[in-house]
């Protein structure tokens, strides 16, 4: 696990134990000003400011402001797998990527998308969205797809990854392009482009 999320989920390395109230006031300064004014807004000195906080507080949990602004992004959007009732497993896949899709649509979630593109340099910022956002989704799409094949719904024949990349890579190029919009029309039109090729092909 990375340093920030080791920081930001596990807590401190050193110094006074981590208070729970303190941490969440702190989240919450970030996500405010996130929301508010986007990156430039995010300091740690408004951050402790708005959390009424000293800024030794915040920087015995996390090294820079970004880092800050990553957990309080992770700690409110935490991807969880819609259930398929009946067996409608491939409708329960609709609904999780329109969730995914509503997710980065948030003002949050476009900041959250601005920060980790300018941040190049900053690998760690990146690798901890990639590991506690998009491949957890990406888990959930995982779990959705097993089901479908083992439900003969989808080919048995399936290439999971492949299938993953082809439903979930358009959600993330239009998050950072951002050239059209990201709602359930965008979604509903991927997966059901997708689906003429991962569907079972019926015997004539």
């Known amino acids: 696990m990375s340093s920030i999320a080791s920081q930001s989920r596990s807590g401190p390395r050193r110094g006074r134990p981590r208070d729970p109230k303190t941490r969440r006031r702190i989240l919450a300064a970030a996500s405010a000003l996130l929301n508010e004014g986007g990156i430039g807004a995010v300091t740690m000195e408004a ?55 509503e997710t980065f649509a948030t003002r949050a979630g476009r900041n959250t998308a601005l920060m980790i593109a300018a941040a190049q340099n900053d690998s760690e910022l990146a690798k901890v969205f990639r590991n506690h956002f998009i491949m957890k989704s990406r888990e959930i799409g995982r ?58 092909r019926r015997r004539t």
């Open 47 to 101: 951050i402790a400011e708005r959390a009424g906080v000293g800024k030794p507080t915040v920087y015995r949990q996390w090294p820079n402001a970004p880092a800050v602004a990553m957990a309080a992004f992770l700690e409110s959007t935490r991807p969880l797998a819609p259930a398929a009732r009946g067996g409608r497993v491939l409708e329960a896949l609709r609904i999780h990527l329109r969730k995914v899709a």
């Open 143 to 200: 779990t959705l797809l097993d089901r479908a094949i083992a439900s003969r719904q989808l080919r048995s024949d399936l290439d999971i990854e492949a299938a993953l990349d082809l439903l979930y890579a358009p959600l993330y190029f239009r998050l950072l392009i951002g050239h059209g919009p990201l709602d359930a029309h965008f979604t509903d039109a991927i997966i059901d482009a997708a689906l003429g090729g991962l569907k079972r």
